[in-house]
């Protein structure tokens, strides 16, 4: 509202109530974020077949290809600004946020170019089953065609987040939410669309969600309110996004690059196993939504400390995340793995849906644990200014690692799917291990003070 500020200081108070009071809006935006892609999946897996789950489900690894690239950059956006506005250059802070505006636009509308021309490519690459291909070709452009809302939404939701606004991204994530889901039952269920109706329910949604933020970011009072005039790119500002951010837009691209190459092997088990996989992807998506939560809470709380050269507070805040989401994560992964069978049937009841639903969520639960952190220690690395080792171990763990380890045991196990989804927890592990040793390398090397911008 116009004159009551939305912004929080993470560099003095309760760092456990802050990192939570900031969290819980991530979370519950996450969670609905999130519904998009369930709520397309629950509602084909029962109007449609399971044929069509298969089609939406599988496409997630070449969805966040693409999405994932920009989520980088609007990270290094992310902290950038929450360290200026940290050390009180509200000016600079201004300046970063037109930048970021505008050339989000410009990516967004090259992004779309790009993946739409790459999706016959990017399914025959994933040894998509012939019987799911025209139905993964529909979902995946129409899905494709709003990325340019998607792109500016996750920008404009960074930019309130640095500046510890976390509670309006939620509101508008809900509200689109919801239209997604209505719109889902409305032209699945009732005028019998398909996939191509959740298709443009998700775009309709992601559209409407960006235009209350938009409205947000231009009648704001608060600093980083956007006025057209001042749409400008500044070269130093972006060299220093793109310095911390690309680092992260490369990793979460190429990993989900590899994930491609994941959900191939996968798919050579048949449709099946396809449609299994995509639900374990689904529900595995709802225990990490703590974990990115928590990863976005700590790269502000330590952007702005960082700014503010608190050093100690810094090590406060990793420590008392990794305990708090810990617990959360063990709690989670019980949960889904007892009642697996149950939480399958909510997508579709065929039996190989059921079997290798079931089979995969049991052998891949008890090992979420591992990801909490490699993904706290590289938020707050991200923090710092210091993005390019976490993507270098992320790379080389989620993608070298996990493909060497898949070229293997596809070798020595040949038809063993139980091998191939082994390699999920295995590049987890080695993340966790590397990032946990460079971290503690560097906790006598901090360097807490806000990088040189030159300007």
């Known amino acids: ?63 966040f290809m693409m999405v994932g690239f920009f989520s980088g950059l609007a990270t290094g956006a992310g902290v950038v600004i929450s360290q200026l506005f ?28 790009l993946s739409l021309s790459l999706t016959p490519w990017l399914l025959r690459m994933m040894n998509t089953p012939p019987e799911i291909y025209p139905l993964a070709v529909t979902y995946l452009r129409i899905y494709f065609s709003g990325i340019p809302a998607l792109t500016f939404y996750n920008m404009g939701a960074a930019i309130l987040r640095a500046v510890g606004d976390s509670t309006r991204p939620l509101y508008f994530l809900i509200v689109s939410s919801l239209t997604n889901i209505l719109l889902d039952i409305v032209l699945v269920a009732r005028f019998n669309m398909g996939v191509a109706g959740v298709g443009n329910a998700t775009v309709a949604s992601e559209i409407f969600s960006c235009i209350l933020l938009l409205a947000v970011l231009l009648r704001t009072d608060e600093c980083y309110r956007v006025r057209p005039s001042e749409l400008t790119i500044d070269r130093v500002l972006l060299r220093r996004i793109f310095s911390i951010g690309m680092p992260t837009a490369i990793q979460m691209a190429l990993i989900s690059f590899s994930n491609v190459f994941v ?148 070798h020595l196990i040949p038809g063993s799917i139980e091998a191939v989804a082994l390699g999920y927890p295995v590049g987890w592990l080695v993340c966790s291990v590397v990032m946990f040793l460079y971290y503690h390398s560097l906790k006598k090397k901090w360097q807490t003070a806000l990088p040189d911008l030159g300007i």
Request: hydrophobic residues 50%.
């Open 263 to 410: 959900q191939s092997y996968i798919n050579s088990f048949g449709a099946g196993a396809t449609s299994g996989w995509g639900v374990y992807s689904r529900l595995d998506s709802f225990v990490n939504l703590p974990r990115q939560s928590f990863n976005q809470a700590v790269t502000t709380f330590v952007g702005q400390n960082a700014g503010a050269g608190n050093r100690e507070r810094i090590r406060k805040g990793i420590s008392t995340s990794i305990w708090i989401l810990s617990v959360i994560t063990v709690l989670l992964s019980m949960l889904i793995g007892l009642f697996a069978p149950q939480f399958i049937h909510l997508f579709n009841s065929e039996e190989g849906v059921l079997y290798y639903g079931t089979l995969i969520i049991r052998l891949l639960m008890p090992f979420e644990i591992v990801c909490v952190f490699n993904q706290i220690h590289a938020g707050a690395l991200r923090g710092m200014g210091k993005s390019r080792i976490p993507m270098v171990i992320m790379i080389s763990s989620f993608v070298l690692f996990r493909q060497l380890y898949l070229a293997v045991i596809s």
């Open 1 to 63: 509202m116009p004159g009551k500020s939305k912004t929080m200081d993470m560099t003095s108070g309760v760092i456990w109530k802050q990192l939570v009071v900031f969290s819980l809006p991530l979370l519950a935006g996450n969670i609905f974020q999130t519904f998009y892609n369930t709520v397309d999946s629950l509602v084909v897996g029962n109007y449609v077949g399971a044929h069509a789950l298969g089609a939406v489900t599988s496409v997630s690894s070449a969805i």
């Open 86 to 113: 940290g050390a009180g250059r509200i000016a600079d802070m201004r300046r970063a946020v037109h930048t970021s505006i505008l050339t989000t636009l410009l990516i967004g509308l090259a992004m779309t170019a």
